[in-house]
């Protein structure tokens, strides 16, 4: 951690060219996070230190009392400022919170209709196997059965060619007389055929017309469709690019904070080493001050008995 990480960064210090406006949301809401995790740590850190110097009866230097009032003017802007995003935080926490919910309910719904979907396709699939077995059964036994008839209706076509040849002849004489008198009729109904003819033209004209506008009116309604799953597409695309962007976010948090625990461990490690250091130290110097105190008590000892016999 650096001080630079500690100043606050507006939201356009997050932008990419080409990048998606929620994933810069994403970004900058991901670093104020962080950085008010880490003006919490520069607190707590700095009480202790100050306790444990008021322990010692040390006073603190010129450079730690500019540093900390550096510090607390910092604490003072960012107090002002974490006012200002609680209560925009507080606003927006229950508008995320439902569009959460409506968000995990409708995959959850998706999911149970993708599972059904399944299962009926694999019944269905099992069902039209079925049904071809016996759909091709029943064929084969059909075309042998047409074969007989079909042969059977080949003789009695033979035997009507031959009967029809006999009575064209009458037939086309009852067909000169039958022209006649057709024409006859034609003639009369004429008038009536074309008034028909034309009430018909005018009746398939209008049907054409309404046709044409139900057609447009269907098209309408199917790019409305079109536009309706296209824009539901890109609101998809969008939620799998933020889930991303919170992963990879959720990844650097994660690298951050064991570099943090790491260097703490090691801070530790080296501070225990000299307290080590330092007691072996003070011990070694006690060892050698009671040698030194028993060498002396022994030469003591050792004179008071020769005065003692002289």
């Known amino acids: ?93 229950s508008s995320l919170v439902k569009e959460n919910e409506s968000q995990l309910k409708m995959e959850e719904d998706q999911m149970q209709r993708d599972q059904t979907r399944n299962a009926r396709r694999q019944e269905a699939q099992k069902l039209i196997q079925e049904s071809g077995e016996k759909t091709r059964e029943r064929t084969s036994q059909r075309l042998e059965t047409n074969a007989a008839a079909n042969q059977k209706l080949k003789d009695e076509h033979r035997e009507k060619q031959e009967k029809f040849a006999l009575s064209l ?18 003639a009369e109904k004429s008038a009536v055929w074309k008034k028909k003819v034309e009430d018909m033209a005018e009746k398939t004209k209008e049907t054409i017309v309404k046709r044409r506008l139900d057609g447009e009116t269907k098209l309408q309604e199917i790019e409305a469709k079109v536009q309706a799953v296209t824009m539901r ?37 080296d501070e225990l080493k000299d307290q080590i250091d330092s007691n072996t130290e003070r011990i070694e110097t006690l060892l050698a001050l009671k040698d030194q105190l028993l060498s002396q008590r022994k030469a003591r000892t050792v004179k008071a008995e020769a005065t003692k016999g002289s």
């Open 1 to 93: 951690m650096v001080l630079e990480d500690l100043h606050h960064r507006p939201l356009e210090a997050f932008a990419i060219p080409g990048d998606m406006k929620e994933k810069q949301k994403l970004r900058f809401e991901h670093f104020e996070r962080k950085r008010k995790e880490h003006l919490a740590q520069v607190l707590a850190e700095r009480a202790k230190v100050i306790a444990q110097n008021a322990k010692k009866g040390e006073v603190p230097g010129v450079q730690s009392a500019q540093f900390l009032s550096m510090l607390e003017s910092l604490f003072e802007k960012e107090a002002k400022r974490l006012e200002t995003d609680l209560k925009n935080q507080l606003r927006n926490h």
């Open 233 to 269: 597409r890109d609101e998809e695309q969008t939620k799998r690019q933020i889930r991303s962007e919170e992963q990879h976010l959720h990844i650097v948090d994660v690298r951050q904070q064991k570099d943090r625990i790491d260097r703490v461990d090691g801070y530790r490690r």
């Open 169 to 186: 002849v009458a037939e086309e004489d009852r067909l000169a007389k039958f022209m006649q008198e057709k024409a006859q009729r034609d």
